[in-house]
């Protein structure tokens, strides 16, 4: 079980850290004025709207806005947290991950929702955001089935 659960971590870790770079740097540029962002992160983004034929990059529609918003304002604390949480080894790390991993699989359902209904997505887009779906059920399930070790007798000792 150990294998599993270091392996979960090491998931979280990974896409936790892909969110913690890029919702402010690339998914902020949507709903941030411009003037924060140097010119080559906004290339950056618009070669990579182009590059993926991102068509919800490219032309954000409100929906997604909002979405990046709500990735702000509440993902990116979470992702931060979670990824030092595991880092460190810290029990609430579980709590974190459960909810980042939620937020994001709500998130993902009405990203794909869109592009699977409007038939604009393409195989390449789709390898790059489908990958987020596997990390929300992965992060989910570590939340949930929490195999941490149980607290150290120092930690029992104190409590008494």
Do not use: N
Request: a positive charge.
């Amino acid at each position: 079980m150990g294998f599993v659960s270091a392996v979960a971590d090491a998931v979280v870790v990974l896409f936790s850290l892909t969110i913690v770079v890029a919702a402010p740097l690339i998914d902020g540029q949507t709903v941030l004025p411009h003037t924060l962002y140097p010119a080559q992160l906004r290339d950056l983004k618009r070669w990579y709207a182009a590059e993926f034929d991102d068509y919800l990059m490219a032309q954000p529609p409100a929906f997604l806005r909002g979405l990046f918003w709500l990735e702000l304002a509440f993902l990116w604390p979470l992702a931060v947290a979670t990824l030092y949480g595991i880092l460190a080894k810290r029990r609430w790390a579980a709590t974190t991950s459960l909810m980042a991993g939620v937020s994001t699989l709500t998130s993902m359902s009405a990203i794909l929702g869109e592009m699977l209904g409007s038939g604009r997505a393409t195989p390449k887009l789709l390898q790059l955001y489908v990958p987020y779906v596997v990390f929300a059920l992965v992060a989910i399930l570590r939340g949930l089935c929490s195999c941490s070790a149980p607290p150290s007798t120092a930690a029992r000792k104190k409590r008494v």
